[in-house]
């Protein structure tokens, strides 16, 4: 990532009302990297595994790869909305 980063490589990220939006993995690697000082700051350890549960998109992409780079397991769980809503899930995830 580093070297493509290096490399002015991006991603492209496809949104469903405009035209896709263009995120350089130097950005990305920077928000990473935020990320996983954050992570690390609230306690998070090699090995630890940690919930991704974000709408596609740049934070999603941040969080995944800023977990990884602190050392954690990066869990992707999709959002569900139904039953109780966002908090309610949250609640059961987390157990």
Do not use: C
């Amino acid at each position: 990532m580093e070297r493509s980063a290096r490399e002015g490589a991006h991603v492209w990220l496809a949104t469903k009302d405009t035209d896709a939006l263009e995120y350089s993995l130097a950005d990305l690697l920077e928000d990473a990297n935020a990320m996983a000082r954050h992570l690390v700051a609230l306690g998070l350890q090699k090995g630890d595994r940690a919930i991704v549960m974000l709408p596609t998109g740049q934070s999603w992409l941040a969080a995944f790869f800023g977990t990884l780079l602190a050392g954690g397991t990066a869990v992707p769980v999709g959002p569900n909305l139904s039953f109780g809503g966002m908090d309610r899930y949250a609640k059961t995830v987390q157990t």
